[in-house]
DNA sequence: CGTGAGCGT
């Protein structure tokens, strides 16, 4: 029975001395690391998506020129660069959709380091964030979970 | 005439 008190003397004690470790046993498995994204290949970063991140591109560039590099590589839906409407001059990024992503890959880890028109091209992909793209909102009033109303 | 990281209507 002294040997309770004892302990928990000794955890006092600890406890006063050692502030510095509050809870050791206790592991956090929240962390399971690894991509915790679903659809999520190991070896790409960012999301996963057919659009293309072309940066690195010279001033000069045309969307054409950028689509036939890239249409080398696979089949091009999509090609946009992203031109600055004060200047009138490209801004040096765009972007390329490829029908599969595998190409897109391909593309991407063939030309990406690779210099075009003398500039260096950085290739990454897309993120999925559109800024003033097309809104889908559902038919909120056509939602009806009793069929009652149209 | 030069400039150069980045994520789009």
């Known amino acids: 029975m002294m040997s309770n008190a004892n302990a928990l003397m000794l955890l006092a004690r600890r406890a006063l001395t050692n502030i ?12 399971q690391s690894s991509s915790s994204y679903s659809s999520a290949p190991s070896s790409s970063p960012s999301a996963p998506n057919n659009k293309l991140f072309v ?6 560039l045309d969307e054409r020129s950028l689509k036939d590099a890239f249409s080398s590589f696979g089949e091009v839906t999509e090609v946009r660069i992203m031109y ?10 765009g972007f390329v959709n ?15 380091g690779k210099a075009l028109l003398g500039r260096p091209l950085r290739i990454s992909f897309a993120l999925d964030k559109v800024r003033g793209g097309p809104v889908v ?13 149209s």
């Open 20 to 31: 510095q470790t509050p809870v050791l046993s206790f592991r956090c498995f929240c962390s």
């Open 55 to 60: 940066a690195g591109l010279s001033w000069s």
């Open 84 to 93: 600055d409407k004060d200047s009138g001059r490209s801004r040096g990024f």
């Open 98 to 112: 490829f029908t599969n992503e595998d190409d897109a890959q391909t593309a991407k880890d063939a030309m990406d």
């Open 137 to 149: 909102i559902p038919r909120l009033s056509n939602i009806n979970m009793f069929g009652r109303r």
